[in-house]
């Protein structure tokens, strides 16, 4: 079951990654979740009172299996349209091999998680900045150091609805950058992946939601500010 975080915005869990949906008149994906996933997000699509005819986009906030596993599959079903930086577009069109994570561990689970897809194809490359038609306009917002080409999405309705992807993880202690034992893994340049919570922190948002843990709903940027003022001590 999806859950619900606002009126028409969804979580859709599958294992431990979260993919979410906008569902106004044409449904907008954030992510495409694990590979093989197409019904567990149509399911989410009719619990919303929609149909796979309905899902129009997808918006990707990076190009990790576990962000893009089921985007092949979508788009044959659906003929969505998808969203992507050029930078991580080059990997999700199997043009580049991802870059080894940053440490370790990370490189050694990354060749079980993270087996190679099928390519797609990125209608739309996205900066920082844009504004894209979908969902009465979503913002981009370019966080780069979790994955070199990683952005965020910024939707202005109901006060504010931040959807971090990885740019932010909210698995233990609220919301943090994707770096650490827990959460970096995969992280490529965690510095940048600091200033890129930064970023996200000054922002007003009264909703986040995180490619891996739970939403934060009210006043949710007072939570990463507080998280900023952790980092600097
Ligand atoms: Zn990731
Ligand atoms: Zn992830």
Redesign the pocket.
């Given at each position: 079951m999806a859950k619900q975080v606002l009126p028409g915005v969804y979580q859709i869990g599958m294992l431990y990654v979260n993919a979410f949906l906008i569902a106004q008149d044409e449904i907008t994906l954030i992510d495409s979740g694990t590979p093989k996933r197409n019904e567990t997000i149509f399911k989410a699509l009719s619990q919303s009172g929609k149909t796979p005819a309905d899902l129009k986009h997808i918006a990707i906030?990076?190009?990790?299996v576990?962000?893009t596993g089921s985007l092949a599959s979508l788009v044959e079903a659906t003929g969505a349209r998808t969203y992507i930086h050029p930078v991580d577009a080059l990997v999700v069109r199997g043009e580049k091999s991802p870059p080894n994570p940053a440490t370790l561990l990370g490189r050694i689970v990354d060749r079980v998680a993270h087996p190679k897809l099928e390519p797609v194809i990125a209608d739309e490359e996205v900066q920082d900045g844009d504004e894209l038609p979908v969902a009465g306009g979503l913002t981009v917002i370019f966080t780069p150091g979790?994955?070199a080409g990683?952005v965020s999405y910024f939707w202005p309705q109901n006060g504010g609805v931040l959807f971090a992807?990885?740019a932010a993880g909210n698995i233990v202690g609220g919301p943090g950058p994707?770096v650490g034992a827990i959460g970096g893994s995969?992280?490529e340049d965690p510095e940048q992946a600091k200033e890129s919570f930064r970023k996200l922190a000054a922002l007003e948002f009264d909703t986040a939601c995180f490619?891996?843990g739970g939403f934060l709903t009210g006043q949710a940027h007072a939570a990463f500010r507080r998280a900023v003022e952790k980092m600097a001590r």
């Amino acid at each position: 079951m999806a859950k619900q975080v606002l009126p028409g915005v969804y979580q859709i869990g599958m294992l431990y990654v979260n993919a979410f949906l906008i569902a106004q008149d044409e449904i907008t994906l954030i992510d495409s979740g694990t590979p093989k996933r197409n019904e567990t997000i149509f399911k989410a699509l009719s619990q919303s009172g929609k149909t796979p005819a309905d899902l129009k986009h997808i918006a990707i906030t990076h190009h990790h299996v576990d962000h893009t596993g089921s985007l092949a599959s979508l788009v044959e079903a659906t003929g969505a349209r998808t969203y992507i930086h050029p930078v991580d577009a080059l990997v999700v069109r199997g043009e580049k091999s991802p870059p080894n994570p940053a440490t370790l561990l990370g490189r050694i689970v990354d060749r079980v998680a993270h087996p190679k897809l099928e390519p797609v194809i990125a209608d739309e490359e996205v900066q920082d900045g844009d504004e894209l038609p979908v969902a009465g306009g979503l913002t981009v917002i370019f966080t780069p150091g979790h994955t070199a080409g990683h952005v965020s999405y910024f939707w202005p309705q109901n006060g504010g609805v931040l959807f971090a992807g990885d740019a932010a993880g909210n698995i233990v202690g609220g919301p943090g950058p994707p770096v650490g034992a827990i959460g970096g893994s995969f992280t490529e340049d965690p510095e940048q992946a600091k200033e890129s919570f930064r970023k996200l922190a000054a922002l007003e948002f009264d909703t986040a939601c995180f490619g891996h843990g739970g939403f934060l709903t009210g006043q949710a940027h007072a939570a990463f500010r507080r998280a900023v003022e952790k980092m600097a001590r």
